[in-house]
Structures are given as structure tokens and as C-alpha cells.
């Protein structure tokens, strides 16, 4: 079964001044299926942690796995989606879709056919051919969702998705999202800095805390799936909210006092 | 890569166009409206294009009065429009003109192809390994800060006074341009490009392949650019030093003869030699990079 473990992760930066600790003993399970959701203030180590589950990024100490493997390097059965989306500004959005099929050596009519039908649930069947410069910013974030798609990783890793999206897109962006995700229950680890956006989304939100990057607190979000519109508005969502914005503003002021 | 870049290009224009289907899903009465926006840019456009055009032929018509104007202040013995015109004419009749370009025409093709299909995979090895650009780029600096005429003398002693040395300075200096370059593009790759396609399961080969050289093709192109007009100025600048054939050769003779209205037809062949190919590379680069964002 799919769940992601870190094991105590330690991750230093070294440099000249000394060095940089990003990650001191993260651990944290994230069972198969959930849908766990990551905020912190800006610099706490919420890349790295993902980047590390990612294997884009080796840790220090400690160790992450994936359905009971130890990460060793990128894989495609850990979908990543990026901030900047990161889509190949060369080939059309079909092209972007197929890449990780055609790496993967599947025949091309195979290619075609998953591709058509990851680009038909984004919403983008209009946009198959179009290059992503002439993509809105929603439109782009949706291709590298169904890029990742694809190729059917067993789970994903979100690294603030939406950031750069307007807060109208935004919403429609997490209503899709969850959607999907209650279709197939796929694992998912999703980065945010918007508080909201980690309760709506997650059955629990995890909050870290800066220098050294670490797990700070655990809000379980008891709301049941679907979220809809009116649990935005709801008064548990209102706690749940205050709980979360407390443990990112108001963290403990020692620490407080060493980050800025 | 290039068969993508081609094939993509006509996605280019209708793409601006269809770029928001909310909405024109939203009003279907907007068709009509649409199309009467569509047409008034076009209008819009060319009118733009008119006016352009007619600034163009401004400019040359002001540079022929600028040009009529100084033959006619007395300086000694310099031509007019007409007298090269008759003279340029005369030179293509007798194939001079001709066979001069094409003598130049050749020593820089040669040199730049072969300058150039060595400058880009050394540009990438010098990319992708550190150890190669450091072995590599303290010459690179070196040549690069010794004019290619300068090594003309040095090479005429050493390859003697044929079509060699005329040759190996026009690879040096389009070699030159285009490695820099080529090295300049691979290294800014965008970094969540290759992360994007290792997530994706690629390999070493395959983002090299298939993200870091289509990422560094418009750099590329730049230095392939920058490259042929090096080259155009030094074969032009080699023959004035030595050689037997060839627009600067030609322009060099007709010095001795103070034959000032060969050396127009010469100068101004030079630079429509190389202002045309210059053209012909910009339009590749458009077709092959269309799909590059321009802010
Ligand atoms: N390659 C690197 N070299 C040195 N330090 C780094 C590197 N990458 C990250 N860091 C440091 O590690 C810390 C955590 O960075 P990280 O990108 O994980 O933060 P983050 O929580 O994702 O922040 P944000 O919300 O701004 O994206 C930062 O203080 C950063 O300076
Ligand atoms: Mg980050």
C-alpha cells in the first residue's frame, strides 16, 4: 500500500559560514490515501521534505519510503507538481501529457489514447495542440496535473500548486482536485502556504516550524468528504482554520526570535 | 526536436485567439463581435505594416540624398549613385562581381560549418561537465580576447598562403562565438525542467536529449547567429591581408588603382551578402524557437 514514511530526516545545507539545517528529524506517516496537506512559514523545509520524498534531493540522515521502498532517486510512480509548472515550453500540451508515457517506452497509439484521457479530465481537450505560452495560468497548472496523471504514480507530491494562481482559479483548481482524488484516493502530499486552501483540502494538516525545519504541530481536519461549499463557511472550518493559522503565526517565540 | 518546434509553429497565431473559452462559451451572441474585433486588429495591423514600410523607404531615400550630396561637395574623386551603379553593373556583367562572392562565399561556409559543428557539442560537454569547462574554458577566454586577424600572420607562416589559414581564422572566430554561447545556454537550463522530466523516469540521455538541448536551441541559434557575422567580417577583413580572390581581395586592388567606385560595389555587396544571411538565420531562429515566451 502506498503511504509515504520519513524516518527521522535530517537534511543540512553546507556552505562556508557553516552549515544550514533545513530538516532536523522530520518524521511523519502519511497512510495510503490520505490526503495530508503541509504549511509553514516561508523557509521551514517544505520543499526539501518533498523534494527528499521526491528524490530529487538526498537526505542528510534518515530515510523516506514509498509503499515500503526506501527512496532512491526520481521515479515516476512519485508524481511531483511544481510551483512554476514546469511544462516543456516546446511541445503542446498533448506532448507535455505523453513524455513520461513515451519514457516509458508505451506504443504510440497506447500513448495517445492515455493522454487524450488525462486531457479530457483536466478540462483541456480543446488545448491538446496549443503550445503552453498560450495557456493561462490555470490552464498550465491543469497540463502538468494531467502530465503527472499520466503516468499513474502511486502518489503525489504538490508543491504549492496553486500559489501562482488568482484566488477565483484557486478554488475551482481545489474543488477539481478533490474531486479526482475522491475517485481514485491516490496518495497525496500537498505544500501550501495558504491556510484555508490546507484545511479545505486535507484530513490533516501538518504545520512546521523554521530553523531547524521541523514538524511543528498535527491538525486533524474531521470534516467528511465531499468538502463542499457550506463547510467553508461552517463554524468547525472556522476553528479548525484559527487552530492551524495559530500554530503558523504563533509559534513558540524563541524560535520566533531566531528567524527573523 | 526541430520536427516539434515545425510542427507546433501553427498553433502559434490561433492560440492568442482561442485563449479563453469561458468566454466564448459564456455569450454565443459574441461571435459576430469577435470576428469584428479579429478584423479591426488586422486592420490595426496592417496599417502598422504600411507605416513601417514607408519609413523603410524614407530612410533609403534620405541616405541617397545624404550619398548624392557628398559626391557633390567636392571631396576628391568620390562616386555617385550612378557611377556605381554603372560600375556595379559592368563587374556583374563580366562575372567578376560573381566569382568574387562566390570565392568568399565559400571560405566562410567552410569555416563556419566546420566552426560551428564543433562549437556546439563542445558547448555542451562544457555544459553538462564541469570537468571539461574547466579544462576548456581558460583558452576559450584566452582566444576569445585575441582578435582572429591577428592570428592570420601566424597562420599564413604555418599553413602557407593557400585557402588554409583564410579558413582556420573564419572557424576560429565563428567556433568562438558560437561555443560561448552554446555553453551559456545549457547552463541556464531551467533546473525544474530537468527535475520536471527525472520525475517523469528520464534518464541521463533522455534529458539531455530531450529537455537540455531543445531548452538551449535558442541559444544556440544566437551564437550561430553572432557566429556568421563574426565570420562574414573576418573572411571579408582576411582577404584584404591576403588573397588572390574574393570581395576584399577586389577591394584591395581597386585601393591601388584609387578605383573608389569598385570599392562602393564591394562594400555595398558585403554588406547585402551579410545583412542576407543575417535574415535567412533570424528567420530560422523564429521558426525553430516560436514557441519561446517573449516578454
Ligand atoms: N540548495 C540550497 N542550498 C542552501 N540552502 C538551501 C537550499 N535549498 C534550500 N535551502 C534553505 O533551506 C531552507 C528551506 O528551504 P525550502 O525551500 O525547503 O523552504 P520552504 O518551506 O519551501 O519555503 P517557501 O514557503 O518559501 O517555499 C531555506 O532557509 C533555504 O534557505
Ligand atoms: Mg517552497
Known sequence: ??????????????????????????????????????????????????????????????????????????????????????????????????????????????RRAAARRVIDMVG??????????????????????????AVDPKVLLMDEPFGALDALTRVRMQDALLETWSRDRRTVMFITHDVDEAVYLASRVVVMAARPGRIHRIVPVDLPYPRTEEMRLSAEFADLRRQVWNAVYHQPSTLEGNSS | ?????????????????????????????SASREDA?????????????????????????????????????????????????????????????LDDLGASLRRVLTGYVIGTA???????????????????????????????????????????IGETPKIFVIFLAAFLSCVVSTFQGVVSVDPTLVSAARVLGAGDARVFLGVVVPASSPFILVGMRIGLGAAWATVVAAEL??????????????????????????????????????????????????????R
Open chain 2, 118 to 160: 564543433l562549437a556546439v557539442p563542445v558547448g555542451f560537454a562544457m555544459g553538462w561537465y564541469p570537468v571539461v569547462r574547466r579544462l576548456i574554458e581558460p583558452w576559450l577566454q584566452f582566444f576569445r580576447m585575441v582578435p582572429p586577424l591577428a592570428v592570420i600572420p601566424l597562420a599564413i607562416v604555418l599553413m602557407g
Open chain 2, 241 to 294: 591581408i591576403a588573397a588572390q580572390s574574393g570581395l576584399g581581395f577586389r577591394m584591395q586592388q581597386a585601393q591601388l588603382y584609387y578605383d573608389l567606385p569598385t570599392m562602393f560595389v564591394q562594400l555595398i555587396a558585403i554588406g547585402t551578402v551579410g545583412l542576407a544571411m543575417d535574415r535567412l538565420l533570424l528567420l530560422a531562429e523564429h521558426r525553430l524557437t516560436g514557441w519561446q515566451e517573449r
Open chain 1, 1 to 110: 500500500m502506498p503511504s509515504i514514511e520519513f524516518n527521522e530526516v535530517r537534511r543540512d545545507f553546507g556552505s562556508r559560514a557553516g552549515g544550514f539545517l533545513a530538516l532536523d528529524g522530520v518524521s511523519l506517516t502519511i497512510e495510503d490515501g490520505e490526503f495530508v496537506t503541509v504549511v509553514g512559514p516561508s523557509g521551514c523545509g517544505k520543499s526539501t521534505l518533498l523534494n527528499v520524498a521526491a528524490g530529487l534531493l538526498d537526505a542528510t540522515a534518515g530515510s523516506v519510503t514509498v509503499d515500503g521502498e526506501e527512496v532512491r532517486g526520481p521515479s515516476p510512480e512519485r508524481g511531483v507538481i511544481f510551483q512554476q509548472y514546469a511544462l516543456f515550453p516546446w511541445m503542446t500540451v498533448s506532448q507535455n501529457v505523453e513524455f513520461g508515457l513515451k519514457v516509458a517506452g508505451v506504443g504510440r497509439a497506447e
Open chain 1, 124 to 149: 483541456l481537450a480543446d488545448f491538446a495542440d496549443a503550445l503552453p505560452k498560450t495557456l493561462s495560468g490555470g490552464m498550465k497548472q491543469r497540463c502538468a496535473i494531467a502530465r503527472a496523471y
Open chain 2, 1 to 29: 526536436m526541430r520536427r516539434q518546434a515545425v510542427s507546433a509553429a501553427p498553433a502559434r497565431g490561433p492560440g492568442q485567439v482561442k485563449e479563453d473559452p469561458e468566454r466564448a462559451r459564456k455569450a454565443p451572441g
Open chain 2, 37 to 97: 474585433e479579429g478584423s479591426a486588429a488586422r486592420r490595426a495591423a496592417r496599417t502598422q505594416r504600411l507605416r513601417n514600410a514607408l519609413l523603410s523607404l524614407c530612410s533609403a531615400a534620405l541616405g541617397l540624398v545624404v550619398w548624392i550630396v557628398l559626391a557633390h561637395s567636392g571631396i576628391q574623386g568620390f562616386p555617385g549613385p550612378a557611377s556605381v551603379l554603372s560600375r556595379g553593373w559592368q563587374l556583374l556583367r563580366d562575372g567578376v562581381l
